[in-house]
């Protein structure tokens, strides 16, 4: 059997944290077995689905490393639906209803007072039919067929389809609901492994049965537990943290996937620096069914970790020239995000104004501007130079390294000083110290 996942957004949007999460899963699995990863793209809704959506979904994907191995979109296949519909019609699966939605209201809040379930009661096959009224349409449940599958992170579930509605599959425009359609494509696609948010799991019942009754197997479900923030439930901020801030904000992409690949899981998260570690690993049965916390200042601590190990081919090509590798490799384990690489070109090739030192700090500079000269700039140069303007000063510690540091770099905090220093040109450096 080949595993083939899919990943099915709306185009009413841009994605998100969450749904790239589900993204992700969906992509580990596939790539662990050596699988196919679809985009399907869910774009029913005429109306609110974009253009530029879809072009933002595939550019987020790419940019995320999920390479895609198929993109479908439903649009594309109302024909499709329009046949298997015909189908269910004729078998009497699917049958249609005329109410109103305040009539439907009425009936539930009726029901509700009398202390029952709001279950939709289904008109006795001789109810007259209004007249002049375009019929929505309900999938019908078999009322006799417990519905039950092992969720491959929830265990085993189990509905009893006569607490629930039949749902509605077609509105009475003719336009489609999710349900049914999302079932025809996963059998047509041969969808094996269905990952999703767990607010689908009432769907999946309904879906279940749906597969039966168009004559297929149903797919194996993951349903992970929904993310929340750090608030304890997914805030508006977050509900909406796109990959273009995140991009902006310097994350990695490897970052956020690390970080979302584990999270509400009983692995920890990792500072890998490849989808590589992460593809090995992932396991559904690892998945736990609390909510996942997501937190942004994680992210950002996670994202400075994975630099700190980020080999510099893995970035060149985002890093100004002037950021060699052995540069790369000095100013890594400062750097918060890439971009901030730039500003340490300065510090190794000038220009930059030495910050005004006091009377002390001058003598000190003074003398290693006086040592400098004689110093092999090949062999540990720091450690010849302060040994030089100690023996000469009487200074050490403190007294000595940062007025050297800020003269030769303009800055207080920094990389070693021993690895930075060879990496200044010798000329430059004895002119920073003699300025
Ligand atoms: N378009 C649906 C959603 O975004 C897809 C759900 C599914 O994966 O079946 O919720």
């Known amino acids: 059997m080949t595993v083939v996942t899919r990943f099915a957004p709306s185009p009413t949007g841009t994605l998100h944290v969450g749904n790239v999460r589900t993204a992700l899963h969906n992509w580990l699995w596939a790539r662990k077995h050596g699988g196919r990863f679809l985009l399907r793209i869910d774009d029913t809704d005429l109306e609110r689905s974009k253009e530029e959506y879809v072009d933002a979904i595939r550019a987020d994907l790419a940019w995320l490393g999920f390479d895609v191995d198929g993109e479908e979109r ?3 296949r109302f024909a499709q639906y329009e046949r298997e519909f015909a ?15 305040e009539e439907l209201d009425i009936r539930r809040k009726i029901l509700l007072s009398r202390g029952l379930p709001p279950v ?3 008109k006795p096959a001789d109810a007259p039919v209004p007249e002049g009224v375009a019929p929505h349409w309900r999938f019908r449940l078999d009322h006799d067929a417990p519905i039950a599958w092992a969720d491959m992170v929830r265990g085993n579930q189990h509905f009893d389809p006569k607490t629930m509605s039949d749902p509605v599959v077609r509105r009475a425009d003719g336009s489609w ?5 999302s079932v025809i494509d996963d059998i047509d696609m041969a969808i094996t492994h269905v990952v999703r948010g767990e607010d689908h799991v009432s769907n999946t019942a309904t879906q279940i049965q749906m597969f039966e009754a168009l004559g297929a197997a149903p797919p194996a479900f993951a349903h992970e537990a929904l993310l929340v923030g750090t608030e304890g439930k997914l805030s508006k901020r977050l509900g909406s943290l796109g990959m273009e801030a995140l991009r902006d904000a310097g994350i990695e992409p490897v970052a956020l996937a690390a970080m979302l690949a584990r999270l509400g899981t009983s692995d920890p998260v990792e500072p890998v620096t490849s989808l590589k570690p992460l593809i090995e690993s992932i396991d559904f049965s690892r998945f ?5 916390r997501f937190d942004e200042a994680e992210l950002a601590l996670l994202n400075q970790k994975i630099l700190h190990h980020t080999d510099h081919d893995m970035v060149a090509g985002r890093l100004p020239a002037a950021i060699t590798a052995a540069r790369w490799h000095a100013i890594r384990p400062n750097l918060m995000t890439v971009a901030e690489a730039a500003e ?3 510090v190794f090739d000038g220009p930059f104004a030495p910050p005004p030192a006091d009377e002390a700090d001058r003598a000190v500079i003074a003398a290693a501007a006086a040592a400098a000269p004689a110093i092999d700039w090949d062999a540990d140069p720091w450690h010849a130079l302060t040994g030089a303007v100690k023996a000469a000063t009487g200074m050490k510690g403190r007294a000595l390294f940062l007025p ?8 207080d905090h920094g990389p070693e000083m021993a690895e930075l220093l060879p990496l200044i040109d010798k000329s430059a450096a004895i002119a920073r110290l003699s300025a």
């Open 120 to 122: 939709y009661e289904r």
């Open 344 to 346: 340490w070109v300065a």
């Open 87 to 101: 189908k269910l019609k004729a078998v009497g699966r699917v049958y249609a209803c005329y109410e109103t939605p």
């Open 177 to 181: 609901l999710y349900l049914l359609p």
């Open 404 to 411: 050297l540091r800020r003269a030769l770099t303009g800055r």
């Open 288 to 292: 736990g069914r609390a909510p996942a």
């Open 74 to 76: 439903q649009s594309a």
